[in-house]
């Protein structure tokens, strides 16, 4: 079928032409079967596989189906082995009734890919229907007068079959006046003429009953009967003559019931009774043909609604007869006028339930459309609205697809509601529409996505094993089971980090759980990436960065690593008595494992063996002196310096100095008071050792000072700003430099003098170097020097 396609503004239309048509199947090539009528159903009709060359498999996976018009079912096919079989009993002066020869046209349709194949179906008839006479009897009245030769007109008898086995002959029973004479019509039918072979005599035989015989042609031959009975009636000169021997009209199929036809008359040259002409209807078939007419007037009526789809032309014989019998005979061929009355039908063949996204053209429908009317009326136009992305295409004959435009997505729209609008070109035009609804399936193209790239997420260390720490969230386009979504996490970048002692995530939901307490001071950071992936096939999958801070708990408490609080001797400080106000004793330091505010250390003296004396400095921990000391002062201070940061609740240590009051470093080393108070708890003897050993020791320490003399004054010339002088020998220097840590502000150097094997020792501490600042913002760095000597052991 050729059609074309075209497109307004408002609509995408399918115009297919009738003149088209025909000549498409003019030139189409199409298998045609021949079978008689009244078959039984299920006989074997052919191979249809086998006639159009596919497979008999091919049949089940392009999903077959015979199509007939109407969705009339007539054939069946066996999908198994091909075999076009047949529905039913088909009667062909049911399906076909007069035409000849009976055609069935029915398509083979294959949907995958789309293909049609045109075959068609030819009932031979078989003499399965007698002849029959409308009437039982028929009335012949003969004037007496009539001369031998002239004929009579006969009903002819009905017979449903066709060709052969319709009427062929008829014949009349044996008289001696009269025979019948079978004669052929313009449309083929034959009907009888009743031929007066012997004058008649009235007062002879006034009546005749004959049997008319009508035979058809098949084998065996079928007849049907009907009496003719024959009237001898006085002269009548003249016979009614019709004013047309064929009237041709034309009636509109919607004209109203009892609408003019058209009116015929006769005239008869008789005068009185034989002049006046009686109208019948010759083929007086009220049950076929829908019309009447009056005796009188002539006039043809409709009495049944006309269709001009069922049939097109009447042949309609009127017989005028006068008061004497004499008839006369015409004929009224009456055309049936084509309106619009029938709106045009749509037949969908193939619906897909559902179509694919991201598909290229994707056949979504097949469907046929037809309408009976002719002309313009039967000329139609299929459309869909403009704003979808689907195309009709014609395919086969009056067979459309409806076709994707482009690919679809499913998230985009996932449903069309279509209306197929079949309209024909008649005046007024009628129209069909058709709704189908396409469902747009899912392909799994999209990946899933999570709400952020980066997720941070803090945890506070020590916390709980099992702990909810955050939830990542990815989303899924896509629908169904290509939109479940499954957490996982992802091996890490750093091979040294243990992520799966760390951190486990809930494949369902994406919440992450840390399994074990996470410790600051160990791990302060650390980065997972997790993983989501559909269930879809294949799988799409995405990825995000989760960082993970671990937050600070304060619960190191200060460590003190200076003074020493682990040794086996008390660490002592020693402060000149001529020692000015804020003059530095030592600096207690301390660090703290903590971070942040938790780390920030401050220092206080607690307890003081005379407060007021000293004083810690809260931020930077140094002990210095708050006033000038007096004779007054004790020698021996006890300081306890707390150590505190400032965590919530904030942590502690305590230090312990033990302070010493000397005149200048000269003054000998005097005993802590708990260690004078263990000597005064000793024997007498051993007081009387320790002086004596105090004695040799004096006169020791003062050989050793003048020998120190000399040297410094030797090496004077060299030192510079009060430096250390160490003389040659026994007396190598060691410069230790200590650097401070945690909490330290400043550097502080000591150099320690040691003379070893001797039993007393030499100390010079330099205090530490602390920016003086002058009037003018200068820095000036003043570096004090203390020289300490003690005699004493070392164990």
């Keep these: 079928m050729e059609t074309a396609l075209t497109k307004t503004p408002q609509k995408r239309q399918v115009i297919f032409l009738a003149i088209l048509l025909l000549l498409w199947e003019a030139g189409s090539d199409a298998i045609r079967y021949s079978m008689p009528e009244e078959t039984e159903s299920g ?23 015979i199509h007939y018009k109407g969705n009339r079912q007539l054939l069946q096919l066996d999908m198994e082995t091909g075999n076009l079989l047949l529905y039913e009993k088909l009667d062909r ?51 007496e007068i009539v001369q031998p030769g002239t004929i009579f007109p006969l009903k002819i008898a009905q017979d449903l079959d066709i060709g052969i086995n319709t009427v062929q002959n008829y014949t009349i029973s044996s008289n001696s006046h009269f025979h019948v004479v079978t004669r052929n ?72 019931l009892n609408s003019l036809v058209v009116a015929v008359s006769a005239q008869d040259l008789d005068e009185g009774a034989y002049g006046n002409v009686v109208y019948t209807l010759f083929q007086g078939d009220e049950v076929t043909q829908p019309f009447v007419i009056d005796e009188i007037t002539g006039e043809i009526r409709l009495t049944k609604a006309l269709d001009f789809e069922a049939t097109r032309h009447y042949n309609v014989e009127i017989a005028g007869t006068d008061g004497g019998g004499l008839s006369g005979k015409c004929t009224v061929a009456i055309e049936v006028v084509d309106v619009n009355d029938n709106a045009p039908e749509l037949t969908m063949s193939t619906l897909a ?44 004959k009056n067979f459309y697809t409806l076709v994707t435009e482009r690919p679809l997505d499913r998230e985009s729209q996932a449903e069309y509601n279509i209306t197929i609008t079949v309209s024909d070109l008649g005046t007024p035009r009628l129209k069909t529409q058709h ?17 952020q790239t980066t997720y941070t997420l803090r945890v506070r260390e020590n916390n709980s094993p099992a702990l909810h720490i955050g939830t990542v969230s990815a989303t899924d386009r896509d629908a169904g089971a290509n939109a479940q979504v499954t957490y996982s996490l992802l091996p890490p970048r750093d ?58 708990d304060n619960d190191n408490a200060p460590f003190v690593l200076y003074p020493l609080q682990n040794g086996s001797a008390p660490c002592t400080e020693l402060v000149p008595r001529a020692a000015e106000a804020g003059y530095l004793v030592t600096k207690v330091v301390a660090v703290d494992g903590d971070s942040g505010q938790n780390a920030w250390l401050s220092f206080q003296l607690l307890k003081a063996t005379e407060p007021g004396l000293f004083g810690v400095w809260a931020h930077n921990g140094e002990v210095r002196t708050a006033r000038l000391l007096s004779e007054r002062d004790a020698v021996r201070h006890r300081l306890l310096v707390l150590v505190k940061d400032n965590g919530e609740p904030p942590l502690s240590a305590s230090v312990t100095l033990h302070v010493l009051l000397v005149d200048g470093f000269s003054q000998p080393y005097l005993p802590l008071p708990d260690v004078a108070a263990a000597e005064a708890r000793a024997d007498p003897l051993t007081v009387y050792l320790v002086i ?34 160490v003389p040659e020998g026994h007396f190598p220097g060691h410069l230790v430099d200590v650097s401070g840590a945690g909490t330290l502000s400043q550097s502080y150097q000591y150099e320690v003098c040691l003379a070893g094997g001797t039993g007393t020792s030499e100390f010079k501490f330099l205090k530490p170097v602390i920016p003086k600042f002058s009037p003018h913002g200068a820095g000036e760095e003043i570096e004090e020097s203390t020289t300490f000597r003690n005699s004493f052991g070392f164990n």
């Design 43 to 65: 006989s074997f009709v052919a191979n249809l596989a086998k006639d159009l060359g596919l497979r008999v498999g091919e049949l089940t996976t392009r999903g077959a189906r």
């Design 93 to 143: 002066e049911v399906l076909c009734a007069a035409t000849d020869p009976c055609i069935l046209y029915f398509q083979l349709l294959l949907e995958n890919p789309v293909q049609f194949f045109q075959a068609d179906l030819q009932l031979t008839d078989i003499n399965d229907h007698s002849p029959e006479f409308l009437d039982k009897e028929m009335l012949l009245k003969i004037p």
């Design 185 to 256: 019509r313009g449309d083929g039918r034959k009907y009888p003429e009743l031929l007066l072979d012997k004058a008649l005599d009235r007062e002879e035989q006034s009546e005749f009953r004959l049997t008319l015989t009508a035979l058809d042609g098949g084998t065996p031959p079928r007849s049907g009967t009907t009496a003719v009975r024959i009237e001898v009636v006085d002269i009548n000169d003249n016979a009614p003559e019709f004013l047309q021997s064929l009237y041709e009209v034309q009636i509109p199929e919607n004209s109203p």
């Design 353 to 396: 339930s559902s179509t694919p996204e991201n598909s290229p053209e994707t056949v979504v429908a097949v469907f046929s459309v037809s309408d009976p009317d002719s002309g313009d009326n039967g000329r139609m136009v299929c459309s869909i609205q403009n704003d979808l992305p689907f195309l009709l295409k014609p395919t086969f």
């Design 435 to 451: 709704n189908i609804t396409v469902t747009v399936s899912d392909v799994n193209d999209n990946a899933p996505a999570f709400s």
């Design 495 to 552: 091979p040294h980090l243990p992520l799966a002692s760390l951190v486990s995530i809930n494949a369902d939901n994406g919440q992450l759980f840390a399994l074990r307490s996470l410790d600051y001071e160990a791990l302060q950071a650390f980065e997972v990436r997790v993983g989501a992936a559909d269930r879809g096939s294949p799988a799409l999958s995405s990825q995000a960065l989760v960082r993970v801070l671990v937050l600070d």
């Design 692 to 725: 004596a050993l105090a004695s040799v020791s004096s006169l020791f320490l003062c050989s050793a000072l003048a020998f120190v003399a000399v040297r410094l004054c030797r090496r004077s010339g060299a030192a510079s700003g009060g430096g250390c002088a």
